[in-house]
């Protein structure tokens, strides 16, 4: 229950369901049931350390991987973060039902273009490239995929 405006008064709700949160009745178009999903999350810098302290919160996800150049710091994230390390770009990738972006801007292409040729769902981080031309070359490998 909670209290509309003036005039309104009491307001009834239905209770909150946490078995199917979403439902196509909703008008959201969400399944009612989401499955779990593993994330791969590329980069370990300060900004992948608020994505994967927001990511572990969700009860879709089922899992972290993460992959760094700096294999050090990508050991240490997946301490810090309760994820597994993905020894290669592609193995991640393979391995992952979204592709989560967070590598630095120059970076960005390449991630992104591997993600798409093996056909996975991705979130890159802003900004998406340098450069008007690589932005474009993003943009058409995603509508393509």
């Known amino acids: 229950m909670i209290w509309g405006p003036p005039g309104i008064g009491r307001v009834d709700l239905p209770a909150p369901s946490h078995e199917a949160p979403w439902t196509f009745a909703s008008g959201l178009g969400y399944p009612a049931q989401m499955s779990k999903i593993h994330i791969g999350i590329v980069g370990t810098g300060f900004i992948a350390e608020d994505?994967?302290?927001?990511?572990?919160?969700?009860?879709?996800?089922?899992?972290?991987?993460?992959?760094?150049t700096n294999g050090a710091r990508a050991e240490a994230y997946a301490k810090k973060y309760?994820?597994?390390?993905?020894?290669?770009?592609?193995?991640?990738?393979?391995q992952s039902d979204l592709v989560w972006i967070c590598s630095p801007p120059f970076a960005h292409k390449a991630a992104v273009l591997q993600a798409c040729n093996a056909g996975k769902a991705i979130f890159c981080e802003k900004p998406l490239a340098h450069s008007a031309a690589d932005a474009k070359v993003i943009r058409n490998a995603v509508r393509k995929a």
């Open 51 to 68: 994505h994967a302290k927001s990511l572990n919160l969700i009860r879709e996800v089922a899992g972290l991987s993460v992959f760094d």
């Open 82 to 94: 309760n994820a597994t390390v993905a020894p290669t770009l592609g193995k991640l990738i393979a």
